[in-house]
């Protein structure tokens, strides 16, 4: 079965920083390319960051440029999101998501809940 | 990297059909013919509906069906279903590698 994992969300102060996780399993996860996408609570979908499969190209939204980071490790077929300067309004429920060049987001994981608060 | 603009709420009686657009730019998806479109139920995880316009993933029922003209794109749900209720989100492949979500429709129905 297909399935991904997030972990690693949490609640923290601005300004902090906290790494995503997504833990891949059930296909060849080193031949696809990997997104990050977030949803504030009662807010839409909103994309953040995309990988592609060797990890050599990545692009991210305009308003986490420079402070997020999108990764993998295809030996632990694992992605990262390692996020810095954190601010309130990055607070969401951030999903990892597979994607085969560029076609279409499937599977998606369960989710992982940051919230930046004093 | 503005949002694509979708139809806040859409509503249909059973066994109608209903539409739903999303609007972008050439930037997106007037230029590329890579629109998806995600089924999503609260407090869950987005489901893949419809890829690369057009496309239906194995195990989506056939009453779901997208198209493109111009800049944009839309989503067509046929027989409308009591399950059907859910909210729909847009995605375009967009300039730069990047991606862009639709605003997202809430359909209910009546």
């Known amino acids: 079965e297909v399935q991904l994992v997030e972990s690693g969300g949490g609640l923290v102060q601005p300004g902090q920083s906290l790494r995503l996780s997504c833990a891949a399993s059930?296909?060849?996860?080193?031949?696809?390319?990997m997104h990050w996408v977030r949803q504030a609570p009662g807010k839409g979908l909103v994309w953040v960051s995309r990988i592609n499969s060797e990890g050599s190209s990545t692009s991210y939204a305009d308003s986490v440029k420079g402070r997020f980071t999108i990764s993998r490790d295809n030996a632990k077929n694992t992605l990262y999101l390692q996020m810095n300067s954190l601010r309130a309004e990055d607070t969401a429920v951030y999903y990892c998501?597979?994607?085969?060049?560029?076609?279409?987001?499937?599977?998606w994981g369960q989710g992982t809940l940051v919230t930046v608060s004093s | 990297q503005s949002a694509l603009t979708q139809p806040a709420s859409v509503s249909g009686s059973p066994g109608q059909s209903i539409t739903i657009s999303c609007t972008g730019t050439?930037?997106?998806?007037?230029?590329?013919?890579?629109v998806s479109w995600y089924q999503q139920y609260t407090g869950k995880a987005p489901k893949l509906m419809i890829y690369?316009?057009?496309k239906r993933p194995s195990g989506v029922s056939n009453r779901f069906s997208g198209s493109k003209s111009g800049n944009t794109a839309s989503l067509t749900i046929s027989g409308l279903q009591a399950e059907d209720e859910a909210d729909y989100y847009c995605?375009?492949?967009?300039?730069?590698?990047?991606?862009?979500f639709g605003t997202g429709t809430k359909v209910t129905v009546l």
């Open positions: 998501a597979r994607d085969d060049l560029g076609s279409g987001f499937d599977p």
């Open positions: 690369e316009v057009s």
């Open positions: 050439t930037s997106d998806v007037g230029s590329y013919n890579l």
């Open positions: 995605c375009s492949y967009a300039d730069s590698s990047t991606f862009v």
């Open positions: 059930g296909f060849t996860f080193s031949t696809y390319w």
